[in-house]
């Protein structure tokens, strides 16, 4: 069965602090893989899109890897801001868009 | 950018009652569309894929019956709840492949039904 799962359910840090989301997913061949942040009762908005045959994706303070192998995919933001609390969805696609049930961080001032 | 418009963006509703939900892709056409329910701290899960003229498919589980799809246009997607109960209460959000690769969504729709 095609999962993906993401640990720590939550997450709360200073400002300042680098974070480190991770997600994992059962089934190694993926289409593609992307994270999203959500913020409350809000829709979804794409962070990074990794493809499958790309290690890692960067935009400004967002770095996300991907290792197809061990199934598993970490999203890092550098000196977090009380602006980053979110909750953040990882999406694996496989046939059709699989999501894990999210990280939600919050950054404290 | 290409965007995904959907309303309404809150509705609450009394028990029995219909209620619609609407997708617009605004600068581009969106051949398929594909509407997600979201309970709360939990993960969004598909419950079908519509695709313009034509019938939807609906994920293991979904009532058919209970959420209507229909696309009618390239650019309209529309899911309604039929006589809704307290326990379809839950975010839905719709999405549309903007190109092959990839996936834009809608702010989704917050329906509380009392």
């Known amino acids: 069965k095609q999962e993906v799962t993401q640990i720590p359910a939550a997450l709360s840090v200073p400002e300042g602090e680098n974070l480190v989301l991770n997600c994992s997913f059962t089934?190694?061949?993926?289409?593609?893989l992307q994270w999203f942040r959500q913020d409350p009762g809000k829709g979804l908005t794409s962070l990074l899109l990794?493809?499958?045959?790309?290690r890692e994706q960067t935009s400004g303070r967002l770095n996300a890897s991907l290792d197809k192998s061990s199934g598993r995919s970490t999203l890092y933001i550098a000196a977090s801001q009380p602006g980053d609390s979110a909750t953040y969805l990882c999406?694996?696609?496989?046939?059709?868009?699989?999501f894990g049930a999210g990280t939600t961080v919050t950054v404290r001032a | 950018g290409a965007v995904v418009s959907q309303h309404p963006s809150r509705v609450i509703c009394k028990s029995g009652t219909s209620v619609k939900i609407e997708c617009r892709s605004l600068?581009?056409?969106?051949?398929?569309m594909f509407w997600y329910r979201q309970f709360p701290k939990q993960s969004l899960m598909l419950m079908a894929t519509?695709?313009?003229?034509?019938?939807?498919?609906?994920e293991q589980g979904v009532e058919k019956d209970k959420f209507l799809i229909n696309h009618a246009s390239l650019t309209l997607s529309t899911l309604t709840v039929t006589s809704a109960h307290p326990e379809d209460s839950s975010f839905y959000i719709c999405?549309?492949?903007?190109?092959?690769?990839?996936?834009?969504f809608g702010s989704g729709t917050r329906l509380t039904v009392v």
């Open positions: 990794i493809q499958s045959s790309q």
């Open positions: 519509s695709n313009e003229g034509s019938k939807a498919t609906y």
């Open positions: 999406a694996v696609r496989w046939d059709k868009l699989s």
């Open positions: 999405s549309a492949p903007t190109d092959p690769r990839r996936y834009t």
């Open positions: 600068d581009f056409q969106a051949t398929t």
């Open positions: 089934d190694s061949a993926i289409y593609n």
